[in-house]
């Protein structure tokens, strides 16, 4: 049975578009979310870090919160409140099935979802 995957995807990001390729040459079912655009909802990051090999800090990119001036030290549910309002600090790709959850800019990340 193959499995459906998820990719909160910025087309700008190197990393993103090199994670998308890889699904794609696979050939695996993928839905593309460009979170930017469409924006990401507090339940979606909730349910992301309930399967996620990787904790809630490790979602937000750190210089682009320090460039919109966010402080980050504040409660797991104002983290993920500001996440959803600012999605320009969510760290990409994240690519997840409905069992597992990684951060794929490393050249491991499928071996880690699969």
């Known amino acids: 049975m193959a499995k459906d995957y998820t990719i909160l ?3 700008r990001c190197g990393k993103s578009r090199a994670a998308l390729k890889l ?3 696979k050939k695996l079912k993928v839905s593309i979310h460009e979170y930017l655009n469409e924006g ?3 339940k979606l990051i ?3 870090l309930t399967i996620a090999d990787f904790e809630l800090e490790e ?3 750190k210089k682009e919160a320090k460039e919109l001036d ?3 030290n504040q409660s797991k549910s104002e983290l993920i409140k500001l996440i959803s309002a600012n999605p320009k600090i969510l760290q990409r790709p994240i690519v997840f099935t409905d069992k597992k959850a990684v951060i794929a800019r490393d050249d491991e990340w499928f071996s880690r979802i699969k």
């Open 9 to 11: 995807h910025n087309p």
């Open 23 to 25: 699904i794609e040459e």
């Open 40 to 42: 990401i909802t507090q």
């Open 46 to 48: 909730k349910e992301i």
């Open 59 to 61: 979602m937000i990119r």
């Open 70 to 72: 966010l402080d980050l």
